[in-house]
């Protein structure tokens, strides 16, 4: 049965916006609202409030020490949870699984690089950055755009879902890992025998999900997924190097042939107190870039972006100046954020 404290913690959650609920024995509970973490007025959480939770979620706070779990609140909103212990005591972090998805304009995705990606029927596109930089709610904004504008079957996979999508002009079929299938290979595999235009991944892991999301796309698919790297150069290099060196080769040769672009992006605190932003490297794989990526040349990668011939391909550096002179973010902010300081500050005095 639930237990009413927490309850009342995650309707005070929802009530402030809060993208975040901490939960750690023996402490007051935490929101993460903006981006800023809030401690809550009252009373600590116990072992007894979080035990009871851990039961509700259907772990067993005896036993078990990590578990990924999906909770309801009895008449509202489900919620993606983590149990798990720190130094013996129990704790969880609950984020709410949303059904309002929000649109590309709406969190500054840049429209004209991401539409013309997703117009395509087939290939790979990724979306990738450190953890909590919003890549799922990116992904979700795209499907939703797809989801408004096409007729299409979306197949997604996803640990977990985050997002559920109302059917408009698409339909979608949500699947959770744990849940629903066993893993995002094996959810992938399925995916391929239910007739989907479009599949999405919710993380690249390991080897099997990579080759199956590039064979998925080179028969035909729309394929979406994230990764967790830094940047765009990272994104391919972690790519490769998730399967031996045998298998290197024809991964490159899949990737320059499959992939339509990668779009590596960061949240930076925005100019307006408590607000974030977006910035984004962006490569699109056309031409000589399907080249330089199959003989996994970088360098050659990083200086087309660099270069800003093609307005679809820009790097993390030109993003930043960018995010500076439109005023969302500020010099300080930018300067601390970029790759090579002295560089940032020639390229914002436009020396190239």
Known sequence: MDHPFIMELASVALGNGASDLFLAEGAPARFKVGGMMQESVGREVSR????????????????????DAAWQMPGGPRFRVNLHRHLGRLGAVLRQIRTQVPTMEALGLPEDLLVPWLERRSGLILVTGPTGCGKSTTMAACLEWVNCTRAAHVVTIEDPVEFVFQDRASFFTQREVGLDTATFADGLRRAMRQAPDIIFVGEIRDAATAQIALQAAETGHLVCSTLHSPNVAETIDRLVHL????????????LAHQTIGILSQRLLPGVEEGRVSLVCEALEVEGAARD???????????????????PRNRSYQQALV????????????????????AEFSRAMRGIS
């Open 48 to 67: 007894e409030d979080l035990a009871a939770f851990w039961r509700s979620c259907g772990a067993d706070p005896g036993e078990q020490m990590d578990v």
């Open 243 to 254: 399967v031996g060196p045998q298998e290197r080769e024809g991964m490159l040769s899949l």
């Open 292 to 310: 330089w990526l199959r003989a996994m040349d970088i360098p050659a990668l990083a200086d087309f972006m660099r270069r800003g011939g093609n």
């Open 322 to 341: 960018g995010a500076v002179q439109e005023g969302r973010v500020s010099y300080e902010v930018a300067l601390a954020a970029a790759p090579n300081a």
